[in-house]
């Protein structure tokens, strides 16, 4: 049974850093694209970032540019999200999604297969 399993999720204040870690069991899924989404309260889920299956590729929403960064390591199954500079604007809750269609760095919900249960991330002012 695959399962992607989030953690590093938490309240924060407003200039913070987080460090979120997705780690997948089950199977592998090095040769294919991993992401993050991210939901808040009355709002539809959002795609934060993405990494195709070489690592090599990346897609960053634009609210998030220059602050966060994903990354994987493939011999952990894991993929990570680090995220500085934290604004209120950036709570949510975030999501992993893995994908075993594709292998570049999809940013549509459509292309995962498989989701995590979700992180919650509070930003303080």
């Known amino acids: 049974q695959v399962q992607l399993v989030e953690s590093g999720g938490g309240l924060v204040q407003a200039g913070d850093s987080l460090r979120l870690s997705c780690a997948a069991s089950?199977?592998?899924?090095?040769?294919?694209?991993m992401g993050w989404f991210r939901q808040a309260p009355g709002k539809e889920r959002e795609a934060v970032a993405s990494i195709s299956g070489s690592g090599a590729h990346t897609y960053y929403g634009d609210s998030v540019k220059g602050r966060f960064t994903i990354s994987r390591d493939s011999a952990k199954n894991t993929v990570y999200l680090q995220m500085n500079s934290l604004k209120p604007e950036d709570t949510a809750v975030y999501y992993c999604?893995?994908?075993?269609?594709?292998?570049?760095?999809?940013?549509?919900?459509?292309?995962?297969?498989?989701w995590g249960q979700g992180t919650q991330v509070t930003v303080s002012s």
């Open positions: 999604a893995a994908s075993l269609r594709v292998s570049y760095a999809a940013r549509t919900p459509s292309a995962y297969d498989y």
């Open positions: 089950g199977r592998t899924f090095s040769n294919y694209a």
